[in-house]
């Protein structure tokens, strides 16, 4: 469909129980998780392994076909760690996998289609072992990067730096800059002076937030009925 035909009601019962849902099943996954959850497309998150940690109002936007996936890796010897700060963006299609550590800091946004790994999970040589083919990567706060960018072992990307789309970040990147390519250099520098408006100011009073976006989907269901949506499933128009 082109647009959302349900009711305002029928919108409200699917939302709740996807709450009944991320509450039960999802946030019980998490070794410690703030408050303020929220997850888009259910069936597409999926985490994997012990030791994944997330702070308060962590956005998960999932879409059908396009999973994200946070893993640690238990060698035996060492499990990995993800460490997520308060108020991130993770969008559909990211691959979080730790053999190490993995921090993501407060306010960072990741586009669509990213993979961060801290290994290259096999040896030049010994292709059947890690060995020391891993390191910690780290991201500061306030780090934004563009669709399908790769973030490789051992890599610090510093606070408010833009990675740009398809970038492939091999080497840290410094604070308040904006990095492209493959490998990913240094393009443009921003002014630190100026004040960057974090996530955290939208998302820091949570319950106006919950009000506003309640009463935009109101305003926006409020020509939809019971019939008209049905009529949308059985005989689709183009306003459909």
Request: with cysteine; aromatic share 8%.
């Amino acid at each position: 469909m082109r647009r959302d035909t349900r009711p305002y009601f029928v919108r409200n019962l699917r939302d709740s129980f996807e709450r009944w849902r991320v509450r039960h099943f999802l946030e019980p996954q998490f070794d410690s998780l703030g408050e303020d959850l929220t997850a888009v497309y259910f069936a597409g998150i999926e985490l994997w392994g012990a030791n994944i940690h997330a702070g308060r109002s962590l956005h998960l936007n999932s879409a059908r076909g396009s999973m994200i996936r946070l893993a640690t890796w238990d060698n035996g010897k060492r499990v990995g760690e993800i460490r997520i700060g308060d108020y991130v963006l993770i969008s559909p299609g990211n691959k979080i996998i730790a053999s190490e550590k993995i921090s993501i800091g407060s306010n960072t946004m990741l586009a669509s289609g990213c993979y961060i790994s801290d290994s290259d999970w096999h040896d030049t040589y010994d292709r059947t072992a890690e060995l020391d083919k891993h390191a910690p990567v780290v991201l500061e706060e306030n780090v934004w990067l563009g669709v399908n960018v790769i973030v490789g072992k051992g890599v610090t990307i510093g606070e408010n730096s833009i990675i740009g789309a398809g970038s492939v970040v091999v080497s840290d990147i410094p604070a308040n800059v904006i990095a492209a390519g493959n490998p990913a250099k240094v393009v443009k520098q921003l002014d630190p002076t100026r004040e960057f408006k974090k996530r955290v100011e939208l998302l820091g009073h949570t319950s106006p937030i919950h009000t506003e976006m309640d009463q935009l989907r109101k305003y926006l269901l409020r020509h939809n009925t019971l019939l008209s949506w049905i009529m949308a499933h059985v005989r689709p128009t183009r306003k459909d």
